[in-house]
């Protein structure tokens, strides 16, 4: 086990009310991935999974903090941001430069927990899940306005298949397993 349940802040369920369960079950889904990157350094963190894949917790990490910045800065504030990690040249910057430096991880944390602050300070000032943002454009859902709620739902179920990947990565660089 990666903590003692008595030890994990992660709240696994009992939320009141909409808005608590989806902000809820998203943070214990953020919660996951910091705890699967616990305690590794930047080698481990960016190593990647099996050839040819770029895939490594540091570049989801950084693919994450690309999430969080689309759906809320962009989408839902409608921010007109430069994406992080990413750009023409590099479309698959997040995770092509997730190298084993420890700035680039540190960058990387900054950078998702400022993402992640915004996010949480959007949502807990929204005056209701009905707000709606501009899913349009390349990488959006179409040209129908988004709800708040379904943005919600989708960076869940974004986070879960991303921690289902961390699980896998952090198996094959020490073994951990669980929670």
Not at 81 to 101: C, I, K, L, N, Q
Not at 121 to 135: C, E, F, K, M, R
Request: charged share 25%; glycine share 10%.
């Amino acid at each position: 086990m990666f903590v003692h349940p008595d030890e994990d802040a992660r709240t696994d369920g009992g939320f009141q009310g909409e808005r608590a369960v989806l902000a809820g079950y998203l943070r214990d889904q953020r919660l996951t991935l910091e705890l699967k990157c616990a305690g590794l350094d930047a080698e481990a963190l960016a190593r990647r999974s099996v050839e040819p894949s770029n895939l490594s917790l540091l570049g989801l990490v950084r693919h994450l903090a690309g999430v969080e910045q689309h759906w809320f800065r962009q989408v839902m504030a409608g921010q007109d941001v430069r994406r992080h990690y990413r750009s023409e040249e590099a479309p698959a910057g997040e995770f092509t430069g997730a190298v084993a430096d420890p700035a680039v991880v540190a960058d990387a944390w900054a950078t998702w927990r400022a993402e992640v602050a915004f996010a949480e300070q959007l949502v807990a000032q929204a005056p209701s899940l009905d707000i709606t943002g501009d899913a349009g454009g390349p990488e959006g859902a179409g040209d129908e306005p988004m709800e708040l709620r379904e943005v919600l739902v989708h960076m869940i179920e974004e986070y879960a298949r991303h921690n289902g990947h961390a699980d896998f990565l952090r198996e094959r660089i020490d073994g951990r397993v669980g929670q």
